[in-house]
Nanobody, 126 residues
Framework: QVQLIESGGGLVQAGGSLRLSCAAS????????MGWFRHAAGKEREFVAA????????RYADSVKGRFTISRDNAKNTVYLQMNSLKPEDTAVYYC???????????????????WGQGTQVTVSS
């Protein structure tokens, strides 16, 4: 079991940056692949990025490649999403999530993830 709490969202101008954090409870954080998803108004929730248990492997949606970076600190039970060169179309509620232990960074579908945070709003103004 793992509980997830996101923070770091807010309002930023286009071209700006934000760093989201996701703090996890429990002693088994390092066993979980971690992912970020986002849900924009009127759209389906979509995969953003995932990171392997040790942090060596990452995976990104094409729409954020080269602009977003996922990282993790297992000593702090925290996963991060550094978002640069933000665009208005990045506006969404961002969620961190974890699939069951054993899943890899190939897990990009919402149904593959069992644990979800409450989300944090990111708004990018033009």
């Amino acid at each position: 079991q793992v509980q997830l709490i996101e923070s770091g969202g807010g309002l930023v101008q286009a071209g700006g940056s934000l760093r989201l954090s996701c703090a996890a409870s429990g002693r088994t954080f390092s066993r979980f692949v971690m992912g970020w998803f986002r849900h924009a108004a009127g759209k389906e929730r979509e995969f953003v990025a995932a990171i392997s248990t040790g942090g060596a492997r990452t995976r990104y949606a094409d729409s954020v490649k080269g602009r977003f970076t996922i990282s993790r600190d297992n000593a702090k039970n925290t996963v991060y999403l550094q978002m640069n060169s933000l665009k208005p179309e990045d506006t969404a509620v961002y969620y961190c999530a974890a699939p069951p232990v054993g899943r890899g960074v190939e897990a990009t579908m919402e149904w593959e993830y069992d644990y979800w945070g409450q989300g944090t709003q990111v708004t990018v103004s033009s």
